[in-house]
């Protein structure tokens, strides 16, 4: 009998355990959903189950975690079950946590953490620009779509996993020179409404639109606000009752305007005006609609933003954070008594939080979080969580090495030149004096410039009020002789496109040619003697011949070295004597070189009726021949042409086709280029739990 029951008590007391084991195995999937997935819906469930069962202590988890999960989706039934905690569970640890949470004294339980919620589909080039407040939402542009090359705003669901087209460009375009496309876009706080910019091929102007969220399919958009003195007006933030949203507009004028557009009529409630270097943006309303907060440039020439709040009953606005360092506004804390920015002050960027009482600052920022890393903000949702875009780059790279051209020999493996920011550096350029290199580093709130020193091996960086077109792919940089300046071509702050000359001490840009209407200008070169710069000229929406232009830099005239259909990239000679640059006929589908002396003299056609001719690859160091590319696949042959018109010579080495152009140094040997890889999935982040307990009211 003893047996029998000593046989019974280790049975009930394995059972006992294989419950235990099995609660809290139940409890690590809740969390797994919660915590890797971010389906907050479903783990809700599992938690729900796991808190039925007689395991106390993982009952008590279950439940703290459940009402965490309710707090990220804004729901008021957290509070419930917090009480239910205190109620039930008053044995527990679980229970302090519960009653901190309920007084509104606590923190969360856990500490502060980033992960990473959501991949931009593979294969597109999605770009997620705002999260809803109950952050079940994202809203994204895609910039190849099953139409073609049209791009639209989708919207993907957290929640489910799904992704839903809400925009149709192929449904207004109506010629390839007439560009649509979305741009920003800012969810309702209910998260039923989407406002986005969107540019009209008829007008060729950004206008404001509105989607209702709640059907199916492709929602009907409603024209909100558009005027022919705007060219671009985007959306921030709308306000807490629905009525107004908040936006930034660019006028003809070039001028700048921060405004409230009316939801249901479309009126305009202009509540700031300013210069175009100072371009205000993250305009977010405080949870009590009272406020509207935004960073800005101090001057016209500053980089470096502030944070201002303004009452938006007009009485006044105030400096909310003035500092030497970048501040950039990301929101209000859920009970608006803080205002939370991220901050280069500490020399990398983290996250910063400023209290405010009545819209006016109290004490100094506070430290929360370091080293955030490369990111945009999307938005912080009403439960305090911060969501983030983050960029893996375009697949730009660049590369070092050593290369003999008598023997057009690597003489060292190329190997990446650059460790920062790996993916959105391109555009290499040595300096006249051959001991810096300066690139491009493009990055998602702002354009570096870099200069790195092949002595020292340091890197300085200089902001710039410029963006490169993309049209141009990151057009290549040109030093000036004297090395105290570099020419691009870009986009400056006021949205006009040209050649910028780029101080190399101070970063200050200043414009050489500005381009008009649908033309656009790339691949600078300043001339050997630094007075003339000559650029590329062409129209992308019509098959106009491209020009290549001379530009006088103390007269400002200019004049046309050669007009074709087409033409390739500016390639000067080392010596300043010839441009060489690649054609091509369309109907033969055969390519040429031609040699364009800069005096005036006979343009020469070189390697001509070649097939698959694929560019210039760079000038060897005496100018007496160039060297190009042809082959098809993922790796291409190299010849050397003379310009002479001698027979062009093909060589014994290959080179990987995502090789950019050769830039060689001074000393002849060693070579910069830039490396195109394909480029990886935006994704979306979240940092959570990094609040600190509310110090001040609103």
């Known amino acids: 009998m003893k047996r029998v029951l000593t046989g019974l008590m280790v049975a009930v007391i394995a059972a006992a355990a294989d419950k235990s084991q099995d609660a809290e195995r139940q409890l690590k999937v809740a969390m797994n959903t919660e915590l890797l997935d971010g389906n907050l819906k479903v783990a809700i469930d599992q938690y729900k189950k796991v808190a039925q069962g007689a395991n106390r202590p993982i009952a008590a988890q279950a439940l703290l975690h459940m009402a965490e999960c309710y707090q990220k989706l804004g729901d008021t039934e957290a509070r419930k079950v917090y009480e239910r905690v205190v109620r039930e569970f008053g044995d527990q640890k679980e229970a302090a946590t519960a009653r901190a949470q309920l007084a ?8 502060a953490a980033t992960r990473r919620v959501w991949t931009a589909p593979p294969g597109s080039f999605g770009w997620p620009n705002a999260a809803s407040a109950d952050g079940r939402q994202v809203a994204y542009v895609v910039y190849e779509t099953p139409q073609g090359s049209l791009s639209n705003l989708f919207v993907h669901d957290l929640t489910t996993g799904m992704s839903r087209q809400v925009t149709d460009a192929a449904a207004e375009e109506t010629s390839p020179d007439k560009h649509v496309e979305p741009d920003s876009s800012a969810f309702s706080r209910d998260g039923k409404q989407l406002a986005y910019a969107w540019q009209n091929g008829t007008t060729n102007r950004y206008e404001l639109r509105v989607v209702d969220l709640t059907g199916s399919g492709i929602p009907r958009f409603r024209r ?87 009452a938006l009953d007009g009485t006044r606005e105030i400096s909310a954070v003035v500092s030497p360092s970048h501040d950039v506004l990301l929101g209000w804390s859920p009970d608006g008594g803080r205002l939370i920015l991220s901050s280069d002050r500490t020399g990398s960027t983290g996250l910063w939080s400023q209290a405010v009482v009545d819209g006016k600052p109290q004490g100094a920022p506070e430290f929360l979080r370091g080293e955030i890393g490369n990111f945009w903000s999307l938005g912080l949702t009403s439960s305090g969580t ?23 020999q690597f003489l060292s493996p190329p190997a990446d030149a650059v460790q920062e920011f790996v993916g959105s550096n391109g555009s290499p350029a040595w300096s006249p004096d051959g001991k810096s290199l300066a690139y491009l580093s493009r990055r998602p709130h702002e354009s570096v410039l870099a200069i790195r020193s092949s002595e020292t091996g340091k890197t300085r960086e200089l902001r710039l009020r410029l963006t490169s077109d993309d049209s141009s792919d990151l057009s290549d940089l040109s030093w000036s002789p004297d090395g105290r300046a570099l020419a691009v071509s870009g986009t400056d702050s006021t949205f006009q496109k040209g050649i910028f000359r780029i101080d190399t001490q101070t970063g200050e840009v200043s414009p050489i040619a500005l381009a008009s209407g649908q033309h656009l200008f790339s ?34 005239r200019e004049r046309d070295l050669i007009q074709r259909a087409p033409l390739g990239a500016v390639w000067l000679s080392p010596d300043g004597k010839y441009i060489a640059t690649g054609t091509s006929n369309p109907t033969t589908k055969t390519g ?61 080495l290959r080179v990987d086709a995502s090789f950019g152009a050769l830039r060689v140094n001074l000393d002849g040997r060693r070579v910069a280029f830039q490396v195109q890889e394909p480029p990886k999935p935006q994704e979306v982040w979240v940092t959570e739990n990094f609040l600190p307990a509310s110090k001040a009211g609103k």
């Open 104 to 111: 509104g004294s606590g923190t969360s339980r856990r500490e």
């Open 224 to 310: 909100v606000y558009d005027s022919p003195d705007v060219f671009w007006v985007g959306p921030y933030d709308w306000s807490p009752d629905g009525k107004w949203i908040a936006v930034q507009m660019f006028r003809k004028d070039r001028s700048y305007q921060m405004a409230l557009v009316s939801v249901p009529d479309g009126s305009l409630r202009v509540l700031k005006s300013s210069a175009y270097g100072r371009f205000a943006q993250g305009l977010k309303f405080s949870p009590d609609g009272r406020y509207l907060a935004y960073d800005q440039a101090a001057n016209e020439t500053e980089f470096q933003h502030d944070v201002y709040v303004m």
């Open 386 to 408: 911060l969501f983030a875009g983050v960029s893996n780059g375009r697949g730009l790279n660049i590369r070092l090495a050593d290369f003999d051209f008598k023997s057009a």
């Open 523 to 556: 691949g600078p070169v300043w001339s050997f003697d630094g007075s003339k710069v000559y650029f590329r000229d062409f129209n992308s929406f019509s098959n106009d011949p491209i020009s290549f232009k001379e530009h006088d830099l103390s007269t400002g």
């Open 592 to 652: 040429s070189f031609l040699l364009i002396p800069i005096d005036g003299g006979t343009v020469k056609e070189l390697f001509s009726r070649q097939e698959n001719l694929r560019g210039i690859w760079g000038w060897t160091p005496d100018s007496q021949s160039f060297l190009v590319r042809k082959g098809a696949g993922d790796e291409l042959e190299v010849w050397r042409v003379p310009i002479d018109g001698s027979t062009p010579r093909k060589l014994d």
